[in-house]
Protein backbone atom coordinates (compact mmCIF):
# COMPACT_ATOMS: atom_id res chain seq x y z
CA UNK A 1 0.00 0.00 0.00
CA UNK A 2 1.06 3.64 -0.78
CA UNK A 3 1.39 5.74 1.77
CA UNK A 4 2.63 8.85 -0.07
CA UNK A 5 2.10 9.25 -3.66
CA UNK A 6 3.55 13.05 -5.38
CA UNK A 7 2.34 13.50 -9.12
CA UNK A 8 4.65 16.07 -10.94
CA UNK A 9 4.35 18.00 -7.95
CA UNK A 10 5.59 21.20 -8.33
CA UNK A 11 6.28 24.45 -6.53
CA UNK A 12 7.46 28.50 -7.55
CA UNK A 13 7.72 31.37 -5.57
CA UNK A 14 7.33 34.61 -6.65
CA UNK A 15 8.26 37.84 -4.98
CA UNK A 16 5.53 39.75 -4.93
CA UNK A 17 7.16 43.07 -5.93
CA UNK A 18 10.59 41.96 -7.13
CA UNK A 19 10.19 39.46 -10.65
CA UNK A 20 12.66 37.16 -9.05
CA UNK A 21 10.87 33.28 -9.43
CA UNK A 22 12.18 30.44 -7.28
CA UNK A 23 11.17 27.08 -8.56
CA UNK A 24 11.41 24.95 -5.27
CA UNK A 25 10.08 21.81 -6.59
CA UNK A 26 9.94 20.90 -9.97
CA UNK A 27 7.73 17.84 -11.21
CA UNK A 28 8.42 15.84 -8.21
CA UNK A 29 6.99 12.29 -8.50
CA UNK A 30 7.36 9.57 -5.16
CA UNK A 31 6.11 7.10 -3.85
CA UNK A 32 6.51 5.83 -0.11
CA UNK A 33 5.53 2.04 0.94
CA UNK A 34 4.29 1.40 4.06
CA UNK A 35 6.11 -0.05 6.42
CA UNK A 36 9.49 1.68 5.30
CA UNK A 37 11.92 4.47 7.01
CA UNK A 38 12.06 6.67 3.78
CA UNK A 39 14.69 9.00 3.96
CA UNK A 40 14.98 12.26 2.00
CA UNK A 41 18.16 14.16 1.47
CA UNK A 42 19.81 16.68 -0.45
CA UNK A 43 21.77 20.02 -0.42
CA UNK A 44 20.34 22.88 1.56
CA UNK A 45 17.33 24.59 -0.77
CA UNK A 46 16.79 21.22 -2.41
CA UNK A 47 13.71 21.57 -1.35
CA UNK A 48 12.84 19.11 1.51
CA UNK A 49 11.19 20.96 3.77
CA UNK A 50 8.94 22.66 0.85
CA UNK A 51 7.89 19.04 0.05
CA UNK A 52 7.61 17.98 3.54
CA UNK A 53 5.05 21.36 4.00
CA UNK A 54 3.47 20.86 1.01
CA UNK A 55 2.23 16.75 1.68
CA UNK A 56 1.20 18.35 5.12
CA UNK A 57 -0.94 21.21 4.12
CA UNK A 58 1.44 23.92 5.56
CA UNK A 59 1.98 25.71 1.66
CA UNK A 60 -0.10 25.10 -1.64
CA UNK A 61 1.84 22.90 -4.48
CA UNK A 62 1.64 25.50 -7.57
CA UNK A 63 0.98 22.35 -9.46
CA UNK A 64 0.37 18.59 -9.23
CA UNK A 65 -1.00 16.87 -6.51
CA UNK A 66 -0.37 14.52 -4.00
CA UNK A 67 -2.02 11.84 -1.93
CA UNK A 68 -1.57 10.72 1.54
CA UNK A 69 -3.31 7.37 2.61
CA UNK A 70 -5.29 7.62 -0.68
CA UNK A 71 -6.34 11.25 0.31
CA UNK A 72 -6.03 13.89 -1.56
CA UNK A 73 -3.45 16.56 0.84
CA UNK A 74 -6.06 19.20 0.44
CA UNK A 75 -8.23 17.16 2.57
CA UNK A 76 -7.23 17.61 5.89
CA UNK A 77 -8.80 14.58 7.21
CA UNK A 78 -5.63 12.81 5.51
CA UNK A 79 -3.86 13.98 8.59
CA UNK A 80 -5.54 12.17 10.98
CA UNK A 81 -2.87 9.07 10.58
CA UNK A 82 -0.28 11.43 10.58
CA UNK A 83 2.49 12.51 13.12
CA UNK A 84 5.10 15.41 12.25
CA UNK A 85 8.32 17.04 13.70
CA UNK A 86 9.21 20.20 12.33
CA UNK A 87 13.02 21.25 12.27
CA UNK A 88 11.94 24.18 14.00
CA UNK A 89 8.90 23.34 16.39
CA UNK A 90 8.10 25.98 18.97
CA UNK A 91 5.71 24.93 21.70
CA UNK A 92 3.64 27.04 23.81
CA UNK A 93 6.22 28.08 26.90
CA UNK A 94 3.41 28.33 29.26
CA UNK A 95 2.55 24.33 29.11
CA UNK A 96 4.16 21.88 30.40
CA UNK A 97 5.71 18.41 28.62
CA UNK A 98 2.04 17.09 29.60
CA UNK A 99 0.12 19.95 28.73
CA UNK A 100 1.72 20.17 25.53
CA UNK A 101 0.93 15.98 24.83
CA UNK A 102 -2.31 17.17 25.58
CA UNK A 103 -2.90 19.77 23.55
CA UNK A 104 -1.68 18.09 20.23
CA UNK A 105 -3.52 14.83 21.45
CA UNK A 106 -6.78 17.10 22.04
CA UNK A 107 -5.96 18.36 18.20
CA UNK A 108 -5.93 15.15 16.85
CA UNK A 109 -8.73 14.15 18.24
CA UNK A 110 -7.55 11.60 20.95
CA UNK A 111 -10.16 10.44 23.46
CA UNK A 112 -9.56 11.96 27.45
CA UNK A 113 -8.40 8.69 28.69
CA UNK A 114 -6.18 7.68 25.35
CA UNK A 115 -4.52 10.65 25.90
CA UNK A 116 -3.48 10.30 29.08
CA UNK A 117 -2.39 6.38 28.42
CA UNK A 118 -0.68 7.72 25.76
CA UNK A 119 0.57 10.26 27.88
CA UNK A 120 2.32 7.95 30.61
CA UNK A 121 3.65 5.73 27.78
CA UNK A 122 5.12 8.40 25.48
CA UNK A 123 7.30 10.58 28.09
CA UNK A 124 9.30 7.76 29.50
CA UNK A 125 10.26 6.98 26.12
CA UNK A 126 11.47 10.18 25.67
CA UNK A 127 13.34 10.56 28.89
CA UNK A 128 10.87 13.44 29.95
CA UNK A 129 9.33 11.61 32.60
CA UNK A 130 10.69 13.36 35.80
CA UNK A 131 10.13 17.00 33.54
CA UNK A 132 6.11 16.12 32.89
CA UNK A 133 5.34 18.98 35.26
CA UNK A 134 8.23 21.46 33.92
CA UNK A 135 7.47 24.51 31.98
CA UNK A 136 8.50 23.75 28.11
CA UNK A 137 10.70 27.31 28.68
CA UNK A 138 12.94 25.44 31.12
CA UNK A 139 13.85 22.99 28.36
CA UNK A 140 17.21 22.35 26.76
CA UNK A 141 17.01 21.68 23.14
CA UNK A 142 17.62 18.32 22.99
CA UNK A 143 14.68 17.65 25.51
CA UNK A 144 12.61 20.28 23.30
CA UNK A 145 13.74 17.52 20.24
CA UNK A 146 12.55 14.54 22.47
CA UNK A 147 9.42 16.25 23.01
CA UNK A 148 8.54 17.00 19.76
CA UNK A 149 8.91 13.28 18.50
CA UNK A 150 6.92 12.38 21.67
CA UNK A 151 3.88 14.85 20.08
CA UNK A 152 4.40 13.60 16.80
CA UNK A 153 3.57 10.29 18.23
CA UNK A 154 0.85 11.36 20.32
CA UNK A 155 -1.92 9.54 18.30
CA UNK A 156 0.10 6.32 17.27
CA UNK A 157 0.17 7.75 13.76
CA UNK A 158 0.48 5.60 11.00
CA UNK A 159 3.01 7.85 8.95
CA UNK A 160 5.43 9.90 11.38
CA UNK A 161 7.01 12.86 9.11
CA UNK A 162 10.29 13.88 10.88
CA UNK A 163 12.55 17.04 9.85
CA UNK A 164 15.80 16.75 10.96
CA UNK A 165 14.65 14.55 14.27
CA UNK A 166 18.28 14.33 15.96
CA UNK A 167 19.22 17.89 14.96
CA UNK A 168 20.88 19.16 18.68
CA UNK A 169 20.48 15.85 20.63
CA UNK A 170 23.44 14.11 21.95
CA UNK A 171 24.71 11.01 20.40
CA UNK A 172 23.35 8.93 23.27
CA UNK A 173 20.04 10.46 22.28
CA UNK A 174 20.41 9.85 18.45
CA UNK A 175 20.64 6.13 19.41
CA UNK A 176 17.49 6.10 21.19
CA UNK A 177 15.61 7.76 18.58
CA UNK A 178 16.84 5.32 16.09
CA UNK A 179 15.94 2.71 18.16
CA UNK A 180 12.32 4.26 18.17
CA UNK A 181 12.01 4.78 14.67
CA UNK A 182 13.14 1.07 13.81
CA UNK A 183 10.54 -0.10 16.46
CA UNK A 184 8.33 1.76 14.93
CA UNK A 185 8.98 0.05 11.46
CA UNK A 186 8.81 -3.28 13.57
CA UNK A 187 5.37 -2.23 13.84
CA UNK A 188 4.30 -1.67 10.40
CA UNK A 189 4.79 2.64 10.72
CA UNK A 190 5.62 4.31 8.09
CA UNK A 191 8.56 6.71 8.57
CA UNK A 192 9.30 9.48 6.02
CA UNK A 193 12.78 11.38 7.09
CA UNK A 194 14.05 14.35 6.24
CA UNK A 195 17.86 14.49 7.44
CA UNK A 196 21.60 16.21 6.71
CA UNK A 197 22.83 13.29 9.15
CA UNK A 198 23.45 11.02 6.01
CA UNK A 199 25.50 8.03 7.99
CA UNK A 200 22.04 8.13 10.05
CA UNK A 201 19.74 7.82 7.18
CA UNK A 202 21.67 4.95 5.91
CA UNK A 203 21.87 3.34 9.05
CA UNK A 204 18.15 3.32 9.13
CA UNK A 205 16.39 3.58 5.96
CA UNK A 206 15.30 1.72 3.54
CA UNK A 207 14.37 3.70 0.71
CA UNK A 208 15.89 7.13 -0.44
CA UNK A 209 15.47 9.77 -2.92
CA UNK A 210 18.16 12.20 -2.94
CA UNK A 211 16.23 16.13 -4.05
CA UNK A 212 18.46 18.26 -6.01
CA UNK A 213 17.48 22.36 -6.82
CA UNK A 214 13.79 20.44 -6.45
CA UNK A 215 14.05 17.31 -9.02
CA UNK A 216 14.17 14.54 -7.50
CA UNK A 217 17.56 13.25 -9.32
CA UNK A 218 17.90 9.36 -8.00
CA UNK A 219 15.65 7.37 -5.81
CA UNK A 220 14.81 3.63 -4.94
CA UNK A 221 16.03 1.14 -2.30
CA UNK A 222 19.32 1.93 -0.34
CA UNK A 223 21.07 -1.65 -1.01
CA UNK A 224 20.61 -1.18 -4.62
CA UNK A 225 21.69 2.53 -4.97
CA UNK A 226 24.63 2.19 -2.24
CA UNK A 227 25.69 -1.42 -4.42
CA UNK A 228 29.03 -0.62 -6.49
CA UNK A 229 28.11 -2.99 -9.81
CA UNK A 230 31.28 -5.55 -10.06
CA UNK A 231 33.02 -4.46 -6.98
CA UNK A 232 33.75 -6.94 -4.55
CA UNK A 233 35.79 -7.36 -1.60
CA UNK A 234 37.57 -10.86 -0.60
CA UNK A 235 39.15 -11.80 1.99
CA UNK A 236 41.84 -14.84 1.41
CA UNK A 237 44.46 -16.67 3.56
CA UNK A 238 47.89 -16.70 1.81
CA UNK A 239 48.17 -15.80 -1.64
CA UNK A 240 50.82 -16.83 -3.50
CA UNK A 241 52.22 -13.94 -6.31
CA UNK A 242 51.99 -15.95 -9.49
CA UNK A 243 47.87 -16.47 -8.58
CA UNK A 244 48.02 -12.68 -7.43
CA UNK A 245 49.34 -12.01 -11.34
CA UNK A 246 46.99 -14.26 -12.94
CA UNK A 247 43.74 -12.65 -11.09
CA UNK A 248 45.00 -8.91 -12.12
CA UNK A 249 44.83 -9.90 -15.48
CA UNK A 250 41.78 -11.15 -15.16
CA UNK A 251 39.73 -7.98 -13.73
CA UNK A 252 39.49 -4.35 -14.47
CA UNK A 253 40.89 -2.77 -11.47
CA UNK A 254 42.58 -4.66 -8.17
CA UNK A 255 44.21 -4.02 -5.18
CA UNK A 256 45.39 -5.35 -1.73
CA UNK A 257 45.85 -4.67 1.77
CA UNK A 258 47.11 -7.55 3.42
CA UNK A 259 44.16 -10.48 3.20
CA UNK A 260 41.58 -8.26 1.93
CA UNK A 261 41.73 -8.29 -2.32
CA UNK A 262 39.59 -5.38 -4.18
CA UNK A 263 38.52 -6.17 -7.28
CA UNK A 264 36.31 -4.96 -10.10
CA UNK A 265 35.21 -7.50 -12.28
CA UNK A 266 33.53 -7.23 -16.02
CA UNK A 267 30.56 -9.44 -15.00
CA UNK A 268 29.72 -12.22 -12.64
CA UNK A 269 31.32 -14.79 -15.29
CA UNK A 270 34.82 -13.07 -14.67
CA UNK A 271 34.03 -13.00 -10.95
CA UNK A 272 33.61 -16.84 -10.74
CA UNK A 273 36.54 -17.57 -12.91
CA UNK A 274 38.92 -16.05 -10.36
CA UNK A 275 37.41 -18.12 -7.62
CA UNK A 276 38.14 -21.10 -9.54
CA UNK A 277 41.59 -19.87 -10.07
CA UNK A 278 42.10 -19.44 -6.04
CA UNK A 279 40.52 -22.71 -5.46
CA UNK A 280 42.97 -24.37 -7.94
CA UNK A 281 45.82 -23.08 -6.43
CA UNK A 282 44.09 -24.23 -2.58
CA UNK A 283 44.08 -20.51 -1.70
CA UNK A 284 41.13 -20.14 1.31
CA UNK A 285 37.93 -17.90 0.61
CA UNK A 286 37.67 -16.57 4.01
CA UNK A 287 34.71 -14.03 2.82
CA UNK A 288 33.11 -12.40 -0.23
CA UNK A 289 30.90 -9.25 -0.21
CA UNK A 290 29.64 -7.06 -2.80
CA UNK A 291 31.67 -3.42 -2.49
CA UNK A 292 29.04 -0.60 -1.35
CA UNK A 293 29.67 3.20 -1.87
CA UNK A 294 28.88 4.85 1.24
CA UNK A 295 25.86 7.13 0.78
CA UNK A 296 27.69 10.28 1.35
CA UNK A 297 29.84 8.74 -1.50
CA UNK A 298 26.93 8.42 -3.41
CA UNK A 299 25.00 11.44 -2.76
CA UNK A 300 28.31 13.94 -3.45
CA UNK A 301 28.77 12.07 -6.87
CA UNK A 302 24.78 11.96 -7.81
CA UNK A 303 24.39 15.70 -6.59
CA UNK A 304 27.71 16.75 -8.66
CA UNK A 305 26.92 15.35 -11.69
CA UNK A 306 23.09 16.44 -11.25
CA UNK A 307 22.23 12.78 -12.66
CA UNK A 308 18.72 12.82 -13.78
CA UNK A 309 17.14 9.47 -13.28
CA UNK B 1 -12.62 18.62 20.90
CA UNK B 2 -10.31 20.52 18.57
CA UNK B 3 -11.73 23.56 18.32
CA UNK B 4 -11.98 23.94 21.99
CA UNK B 5 -8.24 22.68 22.14
CA UNK B 6 -7.53 25.83 20.51
CA UNK B 7 -9.87 28.07 22.41
CA UNK B 8 -8.17 27.15 25.33
CA UNK B 9 -5.15 27.46 24.14
CA UNK B 10 -5.85 30.66 23.40
CA UNK B 11 -7.12 31.85 26.88
CA UNK B 12 -4.12 30.07 28.36
CA UNK B 13 -1.72 32.63 26.54
CA UNK B 14 -3.52 35.50 27.00
CA UNK B 15 -3.55 34.65 30.89
CA UNK B 16 0.11 33.99 30.08
CA UNK B 17 0.66 37.36 29.21
CA UNK B 18 -0.33 38.50 32.82
CA UNK B 19 -2.07 41.39 30.98
CA UNK B 20 -5.70 40.07 31.56
CA UNK B 21 -4.73 38.71 35.25
CA UNK B 22 -3.90 42.34 35.99
CA UNK B 23 -7.01 43.65 34.33
CA UNK B 24 -8.83 40.96 36.34
CA UNK B 25 -7.37 42.01 39.76
CA UNK B 26 -8.13 45.60 39.05
CA UNK B 27 -11.77 45.25 38.21
CA UNK B 28 -12.09 42.84 41.57
CA UNK B 29 -10.02 45.69 43.90
CA UNK B 30 -12.62 48.33 42.32
CA UNK B 31 -15.78 45.59 43.31
CA UNK B 32 -14.33 45.60 46.93
CA UNK B 33 -13.92 49.00 46.90
CA UNK B 34 -17.80 49.64 46.50
CA UNK B 35 -18.73 46.74 48.30
CA UNK B 36 -16.58 47.97 51.63
CA UNK B 37 -15.77 51.37 51.22
CA UNK B 38 -19.66 52.66 49.88
CA UNK B 39 -22.95 53.44 51.76
CA UNK B 40 -25.29 54.26 50.86
CA UNK B 41 -28.65 55.17 53.48
CA UNK B 42 -31.65 55.48 51.55
CA UNK B 43 -33.68 58.28 52.92
CA UNK B 44 -37.13 58.65 51.63
CA UNK B 45 -37.35 55.92 48.75
CA UNK B 46 -35.33 57.59 46.14
CA UNK B 47 -33.22 59.62 48.11
CA UNK B 48 -29.95 58.98 49.61
CA UNK B 49 -27.13 59.94 51.75
CA UNK B 50 -23.42 58.57 50.52
CA UNK B 51 -20.49 57.92 53.08
CA UNK B 52 -17.06 56.62 51.42
CA UNK B 53 -14.60 55.12 53.78
CA UNK B 54 -17.05 56.60 56.28
CA UNK B 55 -16.77 60.27 55.23
CA UNK B 56 -19.83 61.93 54.25
CA UNK B 57 -20.46 62.63 50.73
CA UNK B 58 -22.60 65.56 51.82
CA UNK B 59 -25.35 66.46 53.90
CA UNK B 60 -28.21 66.91 50.85
CA UNK B 61 -30.01 63.91 50.15
CA UNK B 62 -29.29 62.97 46.32
CA UNK B 63 -31.76 61.14 43.48
CA UNK B 64 -30.57 57.38 44.16
CA UNK B 65 -31.56 56.50 40.32
CA UNK B 66 -29.46 59.23 39.01
CA UNK B 67 -26.32 58.17 41.30
CA UNK B 68 -27.06 54.81 39.81
CA UNK B 69 -27.43 55.47 36.29
CA UNK B 70 -24.46 58.25 36.65
CA UNK B 71 -22.06 55.77 38.52
CA UNK B 72 -22.76 52.74 35.93
CA UNK B 73 -22.61 55.09 32.90
CA UNK B 74 -19.23 56.21 34.14
CA UNK B 75 -18.72 52.46 34.94
CA UNK B 76 -19.34 51.50 31.54
CA UNK B 77 -17.66 54.30 29.43
CA UNK B 78 -14.75 53.59 30.97
CA UNK B 79 -14.54 50.08 30.41
CA UNK B 80 -15.94 51.20 26.51
CA UNK B 81 -12.95 52.92 25.89
CA UNK B 82 -9.85 51.62 28.32
CA UNK B 83 -11.38 47.86 28.51
CA UNK B 84 -11.00 48.21 24.55
CA UNK B 85 -8.30 49.68 24.44
CA UNK B 86 -6.37 47.64 27.15
CA UNK B 87 -7.42 44.38 24.99
CA UNK B 88 -6.90 45.11 22.02
CA UNK B 89 -3.11 45.87 23.21
CA UNK B 90 -3.47 42.89 24.95
CA UNK B 91 -4.51 40.62 22.44
CA UNK B 92 -2.96 41.94 19.66
CA UNK B 93 0.01 39.63 19.24
CA UNK B 94 -2.21 36.15 19.79
CA UNK B 95 -2.53 36.16 15.77
CA UNK B 96 1.12 36.92 14.64
CA UNK B 97 2.34 34.66 17.51
CA UNK B 98 -0.01 31.57 16.13
CA UNK B 99 1.70 32.01 12.96
CA UNK B 100 5.45 31.75 13.95
CA UNK B 101 7.64 29.09 12.17
CA UNK B 102 7.60 25.72 13.97
CA UNK B 103 4.05 26.90 15.81
CA UNK B 104 2.14 27.33 12.75
CA UNK B 105 3.58 24.39 11.10
CA UNK B 106 2.83 22.27 14.44
CA UNK B 107 -0.73 23.73 13.81
CA UNK B 108 -1.46 23.16 10.37
CA UNK B 109 -0.13 19.71 10.04
CA UNK B 110 -2.79 18.42 12.63
CA UNK B 111 -6.53 17.46 11.18
CA UNK B 112 -7.68 20.86 11.72
CA UNK B 113 -9.20 23.01 8.85
CA UNK B 114 -7.81 26.54 8.77
CA UNK B 115 -11.51 28.13 9.12
CA UNK B 116 -11.43 26.06 12.61
CA UNK B 117 -8.59 27.16 13.96
CA UNK B 118 -9.32 31.39 12.91
CA UNK B 119 -12.25 30.67 14.10
CA UNK B 120 -11.20 29.41 17.49
CA UNK B 121 -8.74 31.64 17.68
CA UNK B 122 -11.36 34.61 17.54
CA UNK B 123 -13.65 33.41 20.07
CA UNK B 124 -10.60 32.22 22.51
CA UNK B 125 -9.69 35.77 22.24
CA UNK B 126 -13.52 36.84 22.58
CA UNK B 127 -14.48 34.32 25.41
CA UNK B 128 -11.55 36.15 27.62
CA UNK B 129 -12.55 39.94 27.33
CA UNK B 130 -16.17 38.83 27.65
CA UNK B 131 -15.49 37.40 30.93
CA UNK B 132 -13.08 40.33 32.15
CA UNK B 133 -16.20 42.81 31.12
CA UNK B 134 -18.25 40.67 32.38
CA UNK B 135 -16.42 40.03 35.67
CA UNK B 136 -16.66 44.03 36.20
CA UNK B 137 -19.95 44.92 35.34
CA UNK B 138 -21.49 41.71 36.53
CA UNK B 139 -19.84 42.26 39.73
CA UNK B 140 -20.73 46.33 39.96
CA UNK B 141 -24.52 45.65 39.28
CA UNK B 142 -24.33 43.47 41.92
CA UNK B 143 -22.84 45.71 44.71
CA UNK B 144 -24.35 48.88 43.34
CA UNK B 145 -27.89 47.43 42.96
CA UNK B 146 -27.96 45.41 46.02
CA UNK B 147 -26.98 48.46 48.13
CA UNK B 148 -29.15 50.96 46.29
CA UNK B 149 -31.98 48.59 45.53
CA UNK B 150 -32.35 49.60 41.94
CA UNK B 151 -31.45 47.02 39.49
CA UNK B 152 -30.81 48.74 35.85
CA UNK B 153 -30.54 45.96 33.41
CA UNK B 154 -29.15 48.50 31.01
CA UNK B 155 -26.08 48.43 32.78
CA UNK B 156 -25.98 44.63 32.21
CA UNK B 157 -27.19 44.96 28.58
CA UNK B 158 -24.14 47.43 28.03
CA UNK B 159 -21.47 44.71 28.58
CA UNK B 160 -22.92 43.14 25.14
CA UNK B 161 -22.36 46.48 23.14
CA UNK B 162 -18.61 47.09 24.80
CA UNK B 163 -18.17 42.85 23.42
CA UNK B 164 -19.59 43.90 20.07
CA UNK B 165 -17.34 46.94 19.81
CA UNK B 166 -14.52 44.78 20.62
CA UNK B 167 -15.23 41.79 18.60
CA UNK B 168 -15.69 44.29 15.76
CA UNK B 169 -12.32 46.09 16.52
CA UNK B 170 -10.81 42.66 17.00
CA UNK B 171 -11.44 41.68 13.19
CA UNK B 172 -9.38 43.85 12.05
CA UNK B 173 -6.53 43.36 14.68
CA UNK B 174 -7.02 39.02 12.96
CA UNK B 175 -6.77 40.83 9.51
CA UNK B 176 -3.59 42.98 9.57
CA UNK B 177 -2.10 40.69 11.68
CA UNK B 178 -2.71 37.35 9.49
CA UNK B 179 -1.74 39.61 6.31
CA UNK B 180 1.59 41.09 8.10
CA UNK B 181 2.51 38.99 11.01
CA UNK B 182 2.64 42.16 12.64
CA UNK B 183 1.52 42.86 16.54
CA UNK B 184 3.11 46.71 15.92
CA UNK B 185 1.08 47.14 12.69
CA UNK B 186 -2.06 45.33 13.94
CA UNK B 187 -2.38 47.63 16.70
CA UNK B 188 -1.48 50.99 14.91
CA UNK B 189 -4.05 49.98 11.65
CA UNK B 190 -6.89 48.74 14.62
CA UNK B 191 -6.27 51.80 16.57
CA UNK B 192 -6.04 54.47 14.02
CA UNK B 193 -9.44 52.66 12.71
CA UNK B 194 -10.96 52.74 16.25
CA UNK B 195 -9.58 56.20 17.24
CA UNK B 196 -9.04 57.88 14.33
CA UNK B 197 -10.53 57.34 11.28
CA UNK B 198 -14.05 56.33 12.66
CA UNK B 199 -14.60 59.87 14.87
CA UNK B 200 -13.15 61.88 11.74
CA UNK B 201 -16.00 60.10 10.08
CA UNK B 202 -18.25 61.05 12.24
CA UNK B 203 -17.05 64.42 12.07
CA UNK B 204 -17.07 65.24 8.43
CA UNK B 205 -20.43 63.74 7.34
CA UNK B 206 -22.14 66.12 9.44
CA UNK B 207 -24.00 68.33 7.20
CA UNK B 208 -22.41 71.41 8.47
CA UNK B 209 -18.88 70.12 7.59
CA UNK B 210 -19.82 68.43 4.52
CA UNK B 211 -21.40 71.37 3.17
CA UNK B 212 -17.12 71.73 2.38
CA UNK B 213 -16.89 70.10 0.15
CA UNK B 214 -17.62 71.39 -3.49
CA UNK B 215 -18.07 68.33 -5.66
CA UNK B 216 -20.93 65.92 -5.11
CA UNK B 217 -18.58 63.16 -5.90
CA UNK B 218 -16.04 63.42 -2.99
CA UNK B 219 -19.58 64.14 -0.44
CA UNK B 220 -21.03 60.66 -1.53
CA UNK B 221 -17.31 59.35 -1.10
CA UNK B 222 -17.26 60.29 2.59
CA UNK B 223 -20.49 59.44 3.24
CA UNK B 224 -20.16 55.65 1.80
CA UNK B 225 -16.79 55.67 4.13
CA UNK B 226 -18.76 56.87 7.17
CA UNK B 227 -21.03 53.64 6.33
CA UNK B 228 -18.67 51.42 5.71
CA UNK B 229 -15.92 51.91 8.81
CA UNK B 230 -17.13 50.80 12.32
CA UNK B 231 -18.41 53.92 13.98
CA UNK B 232 -16.36 53.59 17.75
CA UNK B 233 -17.62 57.09 18.97
CA UNK B 234 -21.51 55.61 18.41
CA UNK B 235 -21.03 52.88 19.79
CA UNK B 236 -19.99 54.29 22.98
CA UNK B 237 -23.16 56.62 22.68
CA UNK B 238 -24.99 53.82 22.71
CA UNK B 239 -23.37 52.15 25.67
CA UNK B 240 -24.12 54.98 27.26
CA UNK B 241 -27.71 55.38 26.08
CA UNK B 242 -28.63 51.53 27.40
CA UNK B 243 -27.26 51.67 30.72
CA UNK B 244 -29.25 55.45 31.32
CA UNK B 245 -31.93 53.75 30.12
CA UNK B 246 -32.64 56.51 27.24
CA UNK B 247 -33.83 55.76 23.90
CA UNK B 248 -31.51 54.53 21.41
CA UNK B 249 -32.44 56.81 18.12
CA UNK B 250 -30.58 54.47 15.57
CA UNK B 251 -28.91 50.90 15.64
CA UNK B 252 -27.36 51.94 12.55
CA UNK B 253 -24.39 52.27 14.10
CA UNK B 254 -24.37 49.12 15.65
CA UNK B 255 -25.36 46.45 12.83
CA UNK B 256 -23.41 48.34 9.95
CA UNK B 257 -20.15 48.11 12.27
CA UNK B 258 -21.54 44.30 12.88
CA UNK B 259 -21.61 43.99 8.93
CA UNK B 260 -17.66 45.61 8.81
CA UNK B 261 -16.94 43.00 11.35
CA UNK B 262 -18.15 40.27 9.17
CA UNK B 263 -16.83 41.25 6.16
CA UNK B 264 -13.29 41.70 7.88
CA UNK B 265 -13.70 38.63 8.79
CA UNK B 266 -14.57 36.78 6.36
CA UNK B 267 -11.78 38.25 4.68
CA UNK B 268 -9.38 37.24 7.12
CA UNK B 269 -10.96 33.43 7.11
CA UNK B 270 -10.03 33.17 3.41
CA UNK B 271 -6.32 35.02 3.43
CA UNK B 272 -5.36 32.63 6.02
CA UNK B 273 -6.99 29.31 3.90
CA UNK B 274 -4.94 30.71 0.91
CA UNK B 275 -1.75 31.66 2.80
CA UNK B 276 1.59 29.44 2.36
CA UNK B 277 3.59 28.92 5.52
Not at chain 1, 43 to 64: F, Q, R
Not at chain 1, 245 to 264: A, F
Not at chain 2, 6 to 29: C, H, Q
Request: proline residues 4%; positive net charge.
Amino acid sequence: MKVIETFKLSKTFKSLFRKRRVDALQQVNLEVEQGYIFGLIGPNGAGKTTLVKILLGITYPTLGSANIFGLPISDYHCRQRVGYLPEDHRYPPYLTAEGVLHYFGKLSEIPPEDRCQRIDKLLPLVKLQEWRKVKVKKYSKGMMQRLGLAQAMINDPDLLILDEPTAGVDPIGRREVRDILLELRERGKTIFLNSHFLSEVEMICDHIAILHEGRVIKSGPLEELTRAPHEYELRVSHLPPVVEQEIKGKVVSYSRDNEKLRLCAESTATLNSVIDLLRKHKVELLSLEPKRTSLEELFIRVVREGEVV
Amino acid sequence: MKLTAVITDTIRESLAKKLFLGFTALSLLTILIFIFALKIDVVEGALGLATIFGQSAGDTPFDLEKFIFTAESAIASLLFAGGIFISLFATASLFPSMQEKGTIDLLLSKPISRTGIIVAKFLGNLAIVTFNVFFLIFGMWLVLSSKIGIWNIGFLVSGLTIIVSYAVLLTILAFVGILAQSTGLSIMITFLVAYAISPLLLLLQQPRILRFFTHQSSRVFIQILYYIFPKTTELGNITRLVVEGKEVASWMPLWSSLLFGAAVFGATVYLFYRKDY
